[in-house]
C-alpha cells in the first residue's frame, strides 16, 4: 500500500529549531513531487512548498519562503520540512501529500497522517 | 497567486438533500487543474475530484465536478450522514497551489 509515514508530535520553544520527516513507502520516491501543507488551529489548508527527490527540486509559496526549508533524503525515501527559529506562530498541524501521478502541477491523493507542532514559552 | 474563494462558508442540510458548493478563483485556471478535498476532524484531507470534474479512485459517484475558468462546483447529489465535512478546493495551475478556505457542511 503507498503510503505516507510522519514523525510524531513535537513540543517546543519559541526560537528553538525543529525537522520533521515524512516517509514514502510501496512508490518510487524520486519519480514524484512532495508537497508539505499546514493547517492551523481550526482554519484550513495551506500550500507551503514542494520538492521533487530526484534532483532536489524545490519551489516554495511566498508566504513560506524564508521562513522553512524542505529537502529529501533519497537513500531513506524520506521528506523533511524545517525550521531554524520556531515562533509560536508556527503552531499547527503540518502533512506532506503527494501528487496522484507525480507530477508538480497535479493533485494529491496521498497524505500522511499530519504531524502536530506546538510551540509555546 | 490564484486567491480561490468559495461559497457559501458553511451549509446546514439533512441526509439525503443535494449539496452545492461554489468555488471562484481570481483568475482563470487553465487545464483545469482544480481539485476537491474533504476533511473531517482529526483527519487528514481526502481527494474527491481533480482535474474539475475527475473522480478519484473509489469516490461514490454521488460526488461530482464540473465547471471551467473560473468557476467551478462541487456537487454531492443525495447527502450521506458521512459526508458531513469540510470541503477544500485546491488550484494546481500556477507556479504555486492554493486552496480555499473551505466550506462546512453540517446538519
Known amino acids: 500500500e503507498v503510503q505516507l509515514v510522519q514523525s510524531g508530535a513535537e513540543v517546543k520553544k519559541p526560537g528553538e529549531s525543529l525537522k520533521i520527516s515524512c516517509k514514502a513507502s510501496?512508490?518510487?520516491?524520486?519519480?514524484?513531487?512532495i508537497a508539505w501543507v499546514r493547517q492551523m488551529p481550526g482554519k484550513g489548508l495551506e500550500w507551503m512548498a514542494m520538492?521533487?527527490?530526484?534532483?532536489?527540486?524545490?519551489r516554495y509559496s511566498p508566504s513560506f519562503q524564508g521562513q522553512v526549508t524542505i529537502s529529501a533524503d533519497k537513500s531513506i525515501s524520506t521528506a523533511f520540512l524545517q525550521w531554524s527559529s520556531l515562533k509560536a506562530s508556527d503552531t499547527a498541524m503540518y502533512y506532506c501529500?503527494?501528487?496522484?501521478?507525480?507530477?508538480?502541477?497535479?493533485?494529491?491523493?496521498?497524505w500522511g497522517q499530519g504531524t502536530m507542532v506546538s510551540v509555546s514559552s | 497567486e490564484i486567491v480561490l474563494t468559495q461559497s457559501p462558508g458553511s451549509l446546514s442540510l439533512s441526509a439525503g438533500e443535494r449539496a452545492t458548493l461554489s468555488c471562484r478563483a481570481s483568475?482563470?485556471?487553465?487545464?483545469?487543474?482544480l481539485a476537491w478535498y474533504q476533511q473531517k476532524p482529526g483527519q487528514a484531507p481526502r481527494l474527491l475530484i481533480y482535474?474539475?470534474?475527475r473522480r478519484a479512485t473509489g469516490i461514490p459517484d454521488r460526488f461530482s465536478g464540473s465547471g471551467s475558468g473560473t468557476d467551478f462546483t462541487l456537487t454531492i447529489s443525495r447527502l450521506e450522514p458521512e459526508d458531513f465535512a469540510v470541503y477544500y478546493c485546491?488550484?494546481?495551475?500556477?507556479?504555486?497551489?492554493?486552496f480555499g478556505p473551505g466550506t462546512k457542511v453540517d446538519i
Open positions: 501529500a503527494r501528487p496522484s501521478h507525480g507530477y508538480f502541477s497535479d493533485a494529491f491523493d496521498i
Open positions: 510501496e512508490y518510487t520516491f524520486t519519480t514524484y513531487w
Open positions: 520538492i521533487f527527490p530526484g534532483n532536489s527540486e524545490t
Open positions: 483568475q482563470s485556471i487553465s487545464s483545469n487543474y
Open positions: 482535474d474539475a470534474s
Open positions: 485546491h488550484q494546481y495551475d500556477n507556479s504555486f497551489s492554493t
